[in-house]
T-cell receptor, first 113, second 115 residues
């Protein structure tokens, strides 16, 4: 059963706009929430990650917001650029597990110039 | 750092044939993972190794799938016999430990088509 639900499935944003991708989880025993970015023909690559003791983490134009009580976390891409067009995956690591990541289904983001 | 290297990039084979996918992890990484990616099922963890030892193979779909890691710089994923439903992109990934600052480094994948 899917324990990390990601939305939307696809997203089109104008250049310069804000892209927002949401994830919700169903199990409170997660202790690490990474986001991966995947370009066509490439493997996913870590973009940014957060731990549940932090409500927000920002790296450049990318921000993760984390709401522990709502069991939700989201990725915000500010000033979206055509080069940001990719598929984005959220994931969650089970607490105490040996790197068992539960993956979201992915969001295909297209930034229109 | 050459990254995780996978070969071949593309593999087309007929149903019933044996398929072997290869992976060279990043030097110094002690964890190696095999993932499968499809549109329907997304990213699925098949198996992972720690220090060349298989730790969790619960994601391997059937006995037709097997994986080995004979040394720290090489791993294989074998499908025998292959079936059309095995068609997918197979990724190998490696990491150094599993701490919070140890991300997975993925290869560029092998696109497998079984006809």
């Amino acid at each position: 059963q899917q324990q990390v639900k990601q939305s939307p499935q696809s997203l089109i944003v104008q250049k310069g706009g804000i892209s927002i991708i949401n994830c919700a989880y169903e199990n409170t025993a997660f202790d690490y929430f990474p986001w991966y970015q995947q370009f066509p023909g490439k493997g996913p690559a870590l973009l940014i990650a957060i731990r549940p003791d932090v409500s927000e983490k920002k790296e450049g134009r990318f921000t993760i917001s984390f709401n522990k009580s709502a069991k939700q976390f989201s990725l915000h891409i500010m000033d979206s650029q055509p080069g940001d067009s990719a598929t984005y995956f959220c994931a969650a690591k089970r607490e105490g597990s040996n790197y068992q990541l539960i993956w979201g289904a992915g969001t295909k983001l297209i930034i229109k110039p | 750092d050459a990254g995780v290297i996978q070969s071949p990039r593309h593999e087309v084979t007929e149903m019933g044939q044996e398929v072997t996918l290869r992976c060279k992890p990043i030097s110094g990484h002690d964890y190696l993972f095999w993932y499968r990616q499809t549109m329907m099922r997304g990213l699925e963890l098949l198996i992972y190794f720690n220090n060349n030892v298989p730790i969790d193979d619960s994601g391997m779909p059937e006995d037709r799938f097997s994986a080995k890691m004979p040394n720290a710089s090489f791993s294989t994923l074998k499908i025998q016999p292959s079936e059309p439903r095995d068609s997918a992109v197979y990724f190998c990934a490696s990491s150094k430990g599993f701490a919070y600052n140890s991300p997975l480094h993925f290869g560029n994948g092998t696109r497998l088509t079984v006809t």
